[in-house]
Every structure is written in C-alpha cells, then in structure tokens.
C-alpha cells in the first residue's frame, strides 16, 4: 500500500543553518511528489513537486528537494534558513493513474534566532 | 484571482449534531477533493469529485459522512451525529483536472471542535 513517512516530527535549527526534512515513500507504481508548506493559521502552499525529467528540482523560498528512486526519498534541503520558514512542510505522493495526494505526517520546522 | 474558499472557518458543536461544510473552488478548476487534518497529523483523503463522474468516496471514514457537488460549483461535506473523534480541520483543494498531476489548490479550512 501506499505511504508516507515524514521522518523527523520536529526539527529545531538556527537562523541561517542549513536544513534537511526527511520524507521516504513506498509505492508499486510510479509516483509524482509534493512539498507542501503551512504558515502559522493559512492553508497549505505547494512549495516544490517533482513530476519527471531532472531528480533536483528547486521552489519557492530558496528550497529544493532531490527524488532518489532507488532510496524512496524526497529530501527537502535548503542551504540557510529564515525566521520566516517557520512553519509544518508535509510531503505528498500521487502515484501514477491516481487522483488523491497521500501525505506524511508533517514536519515541525522551528528557526531560532 | 480568487482561490479556494471555506466556510464557516471555525465550528463547534455539540456531539450528535449534523454539521454542514462549504467549499467554493477555483472557478474553472474540474476536480474538488475533501481532506481531514487531525491535530498532530498529516492529511487525510475524504472524498474526490470530477466534473460529473461518479465522485471516489474511498476515503470516507463512516456513513455518517457524505457530500455533494453540483456540476462544477460548490461543494458541501456533511457529518451526521458527530462524534467527538471527528474534530479535526476539514481541508478542500481543487485542481485543474486529471490525468497529469495537476497541482491541487488548498483552502483555508473549517476547524471542526465536537463537543
């Protein structure tokens, strides 16, 4: 069956470190992948997705996110992070021929100054 | 333009009552799905609706939940007896169409509070 798994449930880091949000899946069939973020009370914002064709694909904000198909993985890296990027990012998949998105668990990314 | 609106944003009521949930997607946008968001968790498919095909309703917890949708326009969630493991945050998105993974635009959601 197909799943998610959001890794880290809270990652704490400091203003301008780098950051890693883990996402892994399992599926039988090909996928498409989502990074979805959710700002404090507002709806969610699709952050980056990887469709096909080259396997880093760069959003909004300065993130990006690398798919490993031999590891299952969608990691969501960005260099140096904001107060702003405070927020929950939920990693999504929809495989191939489906319609619904099935999502991870979140991750809680706290920036401390 | 306008994106995906919900309405009410916050309901409480008491346990056993209908509640009733309104989503308006993108004008112009075919497909409209239902998703449930428990405190702590990730989101959760309800119900998908496209143009006037027979909607998935593979993800409804119970029967004590349906919705409708006329053509391409307003959608309503219904829960019936509510329970009190029902509070959650009820999220609609709405996307261009299917085939291709169309991205799916959210609203702001209806926070449900069972009491």
């Known amino acids: 069956a197909q799943s998610v798994t959001q890794l880290d449930s809270q990652v704490p880091v400091f203003e301008e470190a780098p950051v890693e949000l883990r996402c892994n899946y399992s599926?039988?069939?090909?996928?498409?992948l989502f990074w979805y973020v959710q700002y404090p009370n507002q709806g969610l914002q699709l952050l980056l997705k990887?469709?096909?064709?080259?396997?880093l694909v760069k959003g909004i904000n300065g993130f990006e996110a690398e798919f490993n198909k031999s590891q299952t993985s969608f990691h969501l890296r960005k260099p140096s992070v904001h107060i702003s990027d405070t927020a929950e990012y939920f990693c999504?998949?929809?495989?191939?021929?489906?319609?619904?998105?099935?999502f991870g668990q979140g991750t809680r990314l706290t920036i401390n100054p | 333009g306008a994106g995906v609106s919900q309405s009410p944003s916050n309901k409480v009521t008491e346990k056993g009552k209908d509640v009733e949930l309104r989503c308006d997607p993108i004008?112009?946008?075919?497909?409209l799905y239902w998703y449930r968001q428990r405190l702590g968790q990730g989101l959760e498919f309800l119900i998908y609706?496209?143009?006037?095909?027979?909607?998935?309703k593979s993800g409804l917890p119970s029967d004590r939940f349906s919705a409708e949708r006329t053509g391409e326009s307003v959608s309503t969630l219904t829960i019936q007896r509510t329970q009190q493991e029902d509070s959650a945050v009820y999220l609609c998105?709405?996307?261009?169409?299917?085939?291709?993974?169309?991205?799916?635009?959210f609203g702001p959601g209806t926070r449900l509070t069972v009491t």
């Open positions: 998105a709405s996307s261009h169409g299917t085939g291709n993974p169309y991205e799916q635009y």
């Open positions: 599926s039988s069939v090909s996928v498409y």
């Open positions: 990887y469709l096909s064709g080259s396997t």
């Open positions: 999504a998949v929809k495989e191939e021929g489906a319609q619904k998105l099935v």
């Open positions: 004008s112009g946008h075919t497909a």
């Open positions: 609706f496209q143009g006037n095909s027979a909607p998935d």
